[in-house]
């Protein structure tokens, strides 16, 4: 059974050990962040702060913050499962002969379960505030001391397609400037800047935008998934939860929320207002520096009647949001390899801080396979920000970071390895000789093959044989070591 809200999530946590409660109070000004940085770098539960210090309203943190925690907000054993489900649609053919259409019909009634549903009422609507409200009614965090401000941090961004009228959920940041107004952190190369420029050429003045805060995690989490355009992320949740994902529609713009949220922010954009945002605490472990965004303007608050405010912080890794990209990693491997089927498997390191470094091991084919791929992926929607793709032999297990760097740094020739390129990179890279734009690197650290101009012998590893290391498995116990 899928989890309906965020309640049913914190009661998992809970009957797992993977949720503490702090009863005490507690500051959302950094005070919450030193908890919540603590607790992800030893290891330790999902934290919910039942007095956050001046609020009523209790404030929940690091519930992705490790690998167990994403097993049980996707209700599964193995994230390798989740990969698996994806795989088994993806080879789906059109079934031949009676019976297969039969052992087929099982698969198309789970498709259809994918889909979202509207309701026609729902909790996040419990309480609707057009008037009277405040944004700093909610207790937003400041998470680092440099920060602009407070920044909503795990917010469910909803907009539509002006052109295909599809919607679109992405999770961007958000300062509060005041009671009514937020920053809208969408960086150029995301969907809901593209709607902001799709309704600004065609001359619109107002984008609906509405915001969730806290839903199911499959849900929260959909909304981080680097997925094609149009696709639904709201589908996507649906197939991660196995049950459709309850939608609600807004009471003051044209536009649908999860029906189970714990708030909504319901508003619009007014097409070519900036305000100065930020600086931020990002993910990259520096800060991000003030910036021009467009400004959310805020006309209704609905919520439920005990609201309870979800959260994350970022900064220096690992930190909650790479097991969030971690989980990314394993799910979408299938996917990879419907474009690349050469590809064996693939890392992105926490100190990478997912679009500065992949390491992937190839099944090598021919000469030249290594710069095939880094292309390839350079190709592949968000991982076009990659900095850096180190691509290694199959033989290399590129989950262990020590092992890459050893086979990689004895294998390359730098100059004949490494190539450069230049296209878009992270609007967060601070090292970019210009916003948006800069330099990647590929390295090929794979073996070299007379095809590639390499003639000498190539050396084996260094390995001692089984029957040897029997032998001394007996004697090592004999030895009492």
């Known amino acids: 059974m899928a989890y309906r809200d965020l309640r049913d999530f914190i009661r998992a946590l809970e009957e797992n050990r993977e949720l503490k409660r702090i009863p005490f109070e507690v500051d959302p000004v950094l005070e919450i962040t030193e908890f919540a940085d603590r607790a992800v770098k030893t290891g330790g539960p999902a934290l919910l702060f039942e007095k956050p210090k001046g609020y009523g309203i209790p404030v929940l943190i690091n519930s992705f913050a490790s690998q167990r925690k994403m097993e049980i907000a996707l209700e599964t054993p193995s994230l390798e499962d989740v990969a698996a489900r994806i795989s088994e649609f993806l080879e789906m053919r059109a079934p031949e002969g009676l019976i297969g259409k039969i052992k087929m ?24 505030q057009t008037e009277g409200f405040s ?17 909503i941090t795990l917010p469910l961004v909803f907009s539509r397609n002006p052109d295909t009228g599809k919607r679109n959920c992405g999770m961007y940041r958000m300062q509060i400037f005041d009671e009514r107004t937020a920053g809208m952190h969408w960086q150029t190369h995301k969907q809901g800047a593209e709607h902001y420029r799709r309704m600004a050429a065609q001359g619109m003045r107002r984008m609906d935008v509405a915001v969730a805060i806290g839903a199911d995690p ?12 149009d696709l639904d992320e709201m589908m996507v949740s649906g197939f991660l939860r196995r049950s459709p994902v309850e939608m609600v529609k807004c009471k003051t713009c044209d536009l649908e929320v999860p ?7 319901e508003g619009y954009v007014e097409i070519g207002e900036l305000r100065t945002e930020g600086p931020f605490g990002d993910h990259t472990g520096f800060y991000s520096l003030a910036d021009e965004y467009p400004v959310f303007h805020v006309t209704c608050i609905t919520r439920r009647r005990d609201p309870i405010y979800a959260t994350t912080i970022v900064g220096p890794p690992p930190m909650e949001d790479y097991f969030m990209a971690k989980a990314i990693e394993r799910i979408f491997l299938p996917l990879m390899r419907t474009q690349l089927p050469e590809v064996r498997d693939i890392c992105m390191p926490a100190e990478g801080v997912v679009h500065n470094l992949i390491l992937v ?3 090598k084919s021919y000469p030249g396979h290594a710069r095939k791929v880094m292309h390839a992926i350079w190709g592949l929607g968000q991982a076009m920000f990659s900095k850096c793709i180190i691509v290694v032999d199959e033989d290399v297990d590129v989950q ?67 029957d040897v290391k029997q032998r001394v498995d007996a004697l090592w116990k004999q030895a009492g070591l």
């Open 259 to 265: 029906a189970n949220a714990e708030f909504v922010l």
């Open 361 to 363: 091991s190839i099944r």
């Open 218 to 229: 499959a849900t929260m989490y959909s909304a981080i998934l680097p997925l094609p355009p």
């Open 105 to 128: 019909l099982p698969k198309l009634a789970e498709m259809g379960a994918f889909f979202p549903k509207t309701v026609s009422q729902g909790p996040c609507q419990e309480v609707v």
């Open 135 to 151: 944004l700093f009614d909610i207790p937003v965090l400041k998470c680092w001391p440099e920060d602009g401000g407070r920044f």
């Open 400 to 466: 262990n970071v020590r092992e890459v760097a050893w086979k990689a740094l004895n294998n390359i020739d730098p100059e004949r390895d490494i190539q450069f390129v230049m296209g878009p990179v992270d609007s967060l890279d601070h090292a970019s000789r210009l916003p948006n734009y800069g330099s990647k690197m590929g390295v090929d650290a794979t073996k070299k093959w007379p095809g590639e101009g390499f003639t000498r012998p190539w050396p084996g590893v260094i390995g001692m044989p089984p």
